[in-house]
């Protein structure tokens, strides 16, 4: 059981334009979301996380939108570079106090940003 | 600050044999974690470490296990290797400490092959 799905496999963009990467959950008790970011031979870095108390969190670049009725949340990158290009995944986590190591991911989307 | 590191990184095996995976995690972090990423499949969890103790468990065969060191390094093995492990073994750490944001640090990883 998939409770966290990323349905985009890839995801092809332009220099310059918005990437948008989508997420859907079906674990009420998640309560942390986080997205990484993966190159080849590297292992998968953080980027950006939100917590279900809010709806949006904003670094730079990166905005993550959450919208819990829809279990459903969303990585916005603008403007989307070439070092952009690696693969994208949503993780969660549930709240508890003991699940600070674990985290429940999807499968990724390679995203592809063409100069 | 150095980061987690995995050892060895690439490594041959052939079916049936066992293998031991090494972690060290980044100075401090006391939970460690590991992952197993195979294609199609994203980041699975195996399991997570704390002060020595296993914490949480992913599911996984009994083929898989592993320990925690009271220096916070820990050790993966997996016996009776099958074809279907080949894999990249992923090792993150994180404080463990606090409100739990969920953020883990990541090694490069071990790419394991079975032949």
């Known amino acids: 059981d998939q409770q966290v799905k990323q349905n985009s496999p890839s995801l092809s963009v332009q220099e310059g334009r918005i990437s948008i990467l989508n997420c859907d959950y079906t674990?009420?008790?998640?309560?942390?979301f986080l997205w990484y970011k993966k190159y080849p031979a590297e292992g998968p870095t953080f980027l950006i996380s939100?917590?279900?108390?809010?709806d949006k969190n904003e670094d730079g670049r990166f905005t993550v939108f959450l919208n819990k009725s829809a279990k459903h949340l969303s990585l916005h990158i603008v403007p989307s570079q070439p070092g952009d290009s690696a693969v994208y995944f949503c993780?969660?986590?549930?709240?508890?106090?003991?699940?600070?190591?674990?985290?429940?991911f999807g499968q990724g989307t390679i995203l592809t940003v063409h100069p | 600050k150095a980061g987690v590191t995995q050892t060895p990184r690439y490594l041959i095996k052939t079916r049936g044999q066992q293998v031991t995976l090494s972690c060290s995690p980044i100075?401090?972090?006391?939970?460690v974690s590991w992952y197993q990423q195979t294609p199609g499949q994203g980041l699975q969890f195996l399991f997570e470490?704390?002060?020595?103790?296993?914490?949480n468990k992913g599911n996984f065969p009994g083929r898989f296990s592993g320990r925690q060191f009271s220096n916070s390094r820990s050790e993966m093995n997996v016996s009776t290797l099958e074809l279907g492990d080949s894999a990249l073994y992923l090792c993150?750490?994180?404080?463990?400490?606090?409100?739990?944001?969920?953020?883990?640090?990541f090694g490069e990883g071990s790419r394991l092959t079975v032949l």
């Open positions: 993150a750490s994180t404080l463990a400490g606090g409100t739990n944001t969920g953020e883990l640090f």
């Open positions: 674990n009420s008790m998640f309560d942390y």
């Open positions: 939100i917590s279900s108390i809010k």
């Open positions: 993780a969660a986590s549930a709240a508890g106090g003991t699940s600070y190591g674990k985290l429940t």
């Open positions: 100075s401090g972090h006391r939970s």
């Open positions: 470490y704390f002060s020595e103790t296993q914490r």
